[in-house]
């Protein structure tokens, strides 16, 4: 039981391009999240999943896409990367949104 | 949509003393609310949560209480210690969970 996987841990881009995180959770959550943190704004949700096929934006969705075609993956696109997006990003997962969140190691992401 | 206030940002207390951090939400929908520990390079863990059909939960050092009239709860640490030094976030459900932007708490010696 690995919990909630998530790759790469670490990642430069240059402006412009484009790359996906991954996440995967083997606890059969049905929800499932991204958040990203900045120092003095906490954790902001991205987007975030209900279950496979369903996904909503959450507070700061603007330049990031999600899917959800399985239960246990929930990627995170960046289409065009921009200094902004330069943060810590996590992964998290639950039962539902009334449980217990369970966080990934986290993906430190620069942005040049 | 939910928005999660969270006070102080930061906050120092003597080892042994007790510390107290609040939080206030704005959609009365949320029915959840969870606390979470970070500490320094590591991911956040859960420590304590409460449900809107409780107003109080107690788990050894660490307390939550919650008051759905006026929208707000809060997390009680006594007896400090220089393990509690971490990053505390609360947060709230309705339906997606979303966090307060955290107190970062130092235990002086």
């Known amino acids: 039981n690995a919990g909630v996987t998530q790759t790469p841990k670490f990642q430069v881009l240059k402006t412009g391009q484009s790359m996906t995180l991954q996440c995967a959770q083997d606890m059969n959550h049905e929800y499932m999240s991204w958040y990203r943190q900045d120092p003095g704004m906490g954790l902001r949700l991205i987007h975030y999943?209900?279950?496979?096929?369903?996904?909503d934006q959450g507070e700061v969705p603007n330049g990031y896409n999600v899917s959800r075609s399985t239960t246990e993956d929930f990627p995170l696109r960046l289409l065009s990367a921009a200094p902004s997006q330069t943060s810590v990003y996590f992964c998290a997962s639950s039962y539902s949104t009334n449980e217990k969140l369970f966080f990934g190691s986290g993906t430190q992401l620069s942005v040049l | 949509g939910e928005n999660v206030e969270q006070h102080p940002s930061t906050l120092s207390v003597q080892e042994g003393d007790s510390a107290v951090i609040k939080c206030t939400y704005s959609?009365?929908?949320?029915?959840?609310f969870p606390w979470y520990k970070q500490e320094l390079g590591k991911r956040p863990q859960l420590i304590i949560d409460?449900?809107?059909?409780?107003g109080e939960k107690k788990d050894q050092r660490i307390a939550v209480t919650l008051n759905k009239t006026a929208k707000h709860f809060s997390l009680h640490i006594t007896e400090t210690q220089p393990e509690d030094s971490a990053v505390y976030f609360c947060?709230?459900?309705?339906?997606?969970?979303?966090f307060g932007k955290g107190t970062r708490l130092h235990i002086l010696p």
């Open positions: 947060a709230a459900d309705p339906g997606k969970i979303i």
């Open positions: 999943s209900v279950g496979a096929g369903i996904t």
């Open positions: 959609d009365s929908a949320s029915n959840y």
């Open positions: 409460i449900r809107s059909n409780v």
